[in-house]
């Protein structure tokens, strides 16, 4: 089954390389194929995923422009951000499924803009301080509900296997959600949603509402809470609340001085 409408925001690495003309190349790669990974969030519950090579040719096809590049969007934070907003990082000038000895998996190239918001964000860039992330709506998948214990699933958890995506967006982020990060991470679909609510309730509740449809129709368990390094959990709530904080805090200074 799937939910009309539901898109999914995923993890991915980004690099940049240096070129002549402009800030530079960016290099957005997603998830590796049968990578399997846990997706542990409190909309989406509790199941392991993989993508299936092949889940990306159909979406690259129908992105490509007469001229050559691509029309998927690239943004940072997934458009959310308070100061770049949904502007435009570049157009992508590659979008393909690559096979290499060191990741097999699909791929964005990037030719990034020469403006000012981009320069505030290639140090971080060129320094791997960001993650990336890719959202996608998915077209075709396969659930195994009930799979039984193995190594890469020692919970027995559900598995889902997506065989073909319809990609929408991609970009660094600056909390993205490693597919190797230990069981009870927060999720990047949980940390987007609050991103979302920041600029859109109606949005978000719309998108909340998705979610728990395709929690209902999955029966995904709930998500765990992360145990097993209390102390630095503890530590990364606490500066995400921070940062959320300041956030709403700047947010309604600003509407409190367009009020007036």
């Not at 925001?9 to 980004?14: F, K, S």
């Not at 699933?153 to 889902?160: A, L, S, T, V």
């Not at 990047?188 to 991103?195: A, H, I, N, P, S």
């Amino acid at each position: 089954m799937r939910i009309k409408g539901l898109l999914v925001a995923r993890a991915a690495d980004t690099e940049t390389t240096d070129t002549e003309d402009g800030l530079g190349t960016m290099i957005v790669r997603f998830s590796p194929f049968d990578t399997w990974y846990e997706i542990n969030s409190m909309w989406e519950g509790r199941f392991m995923e993989r993508t299936l090579p092949g889940a990306f040719k159909r979406t690259a096809q129908n992105a490509k422009r007469p001229d050559g590049r691509y029309s998927t969007k690239v943004l940072y934070n997934h458009g959310t951000d308070l100061n770049i907003g949904d502007k435009l990082l570049g157009i992508p000038t590659r979008f393909e499924e690559v096979d290499t000895p060191e990741y097999r998996g699909p791929e964005l190239e990037v030719p990034l803009y020469d403006t000012s918001y981009n320069r505030d964000l290639m140090p971080g860039i060129r320094d791997g301080a960001y993650g990336s992330s890719f959202m996608f709506d998915v077209m075709r998948e396969d659930w195994v509900n009930e799979p039984g214990v193995s190594e890469h699933n020692p919970d027995g958890i559900p598995e889902r296997s997506i065989s073909e995506v319809r990609t929408f967006e991609a970009g660094p982020v600056t909390w993205p959600a490693s597919p190797t990060a230990s069981v009870g991470m927060r999720s990047l679909t949980d940390r987007w949603l609050d991103e979302v609510a920041l600029r859109s309730s109606g949005r978000h509740d719309d998108l909340v509402r998705c979610l728990q449809a395709f929690r209902s129709a999955r029966k995904t368990p709930d998500a765990v809470p992360f145990a097993s390094t209390p102390a630095r959990a503890a530590r990364h709530v606490d500066e995400e609340r921070t940062q959320r904080e300041d956030q709403l805090r700047a947010m309604r200074l600003r509407l409190m001085k367009a009020g007036r």
